[in-house]
Nanobody, 124 residues
Framework: QGQLAESGGGLVQAGGSLSLSCVAS????????MGWFRQAPGKEREFVAM????????RYADSVKGRFTISRDNGVNTVILQMNDLKPEDTAVYYC?????????????????WGQGTQVTVSS
């Protein structure tokens, strides 16, 4: 597995939108489940969303359902998190993650590689 590089974070007002991207250097990217996590100050890292290696299955935390959408473009080794209707409680460092095993069933995902993170700040 190679490196993961997130981008797209920033400062946005409540109700606004941001799109986070994660580019993987691993040429076998298309074989791995991918996910997004976040960590707010003083809190533990929490799951946000994941997409299966086939792209057919997605899963979201209840707190972001209906507002965030995860997608992937295997042609450019990129996973995207589109975030709409952002709230101050979405403020966190967002991390991209890659499953440890190729072609792993989505239900057995085991994230083992992580990016450096990108800061998202939502002002009220």
């Amino acid at each position: 597995q190679g490196q993961l590089a997130e981008s797209g974070g920033g400062l946005v007002q409540a109700g606004g939108s941001l799109s986070l991207s994660c580019v993987a250097s691993d040429p076998t990217f298309s074989s791995y489940n991918m996910g997004w996590f976040r960590q707010a100050p003083g809190k533990e890292r929490e799951f946000v969303a994941m997409i299966s290696w086939s792209g057919r299955n997605t899963r979201y935390a209840d707190s972001v359902k209906g507002r965030f959408t995860i997608s992937r473009d295997n042609g450019v080794n990129t996973v995207i998190l589109q975030m709409n209707d952002l709230k101050p409680e979405d403020t966190a460092v967002y991390y991209c993650a890659q499953d440890s095993y190729p072609e792993n069933p989505a239900a057995l995902v085991d994230f083992g590689s992580w990016g450096q993170g990108t800061q998202v700040t939502v002002s009220s």
